[in-house]
């Protein structure tokens, strides 16, 4: 029942408001492979958000660039507060093809 809920609201706001809601990441595919998440340390002063998924989903995912450097952060909230993770720090854009498999709901 839940699952359907979750896709009945995805498809529901995708079609209320193009405008209003960013990227939503697809459900993760059979056999994906799991990302090797890690807790966010603070490991530069700025961090640039290239693209993020939207605020309306529970998980939100953002690629993010730092100093020549490029990672994806997972921001988690649920009832017990806010839980914030990163992949590793990818040298350039490597980071862009996990970024677009997390999209499609290969990796996750
Ligand atoms: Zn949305």
Redesign the pocket.
Known sequence: MLRRLQRFW?VE??VADDNW??L?AAPLKDGYEPLDWRSADPRAQRVRVRSHT????RVVYALCRAGGRMFIRRTVRAAGGVEVSETDWFAGVRAERPWGLLLEGFVG
Do not use: F, I, P
Request: glycine share 10%.
């Open positions: 995805r706001c995708a809601h960013g939503h939207c605020e309306c989903e």
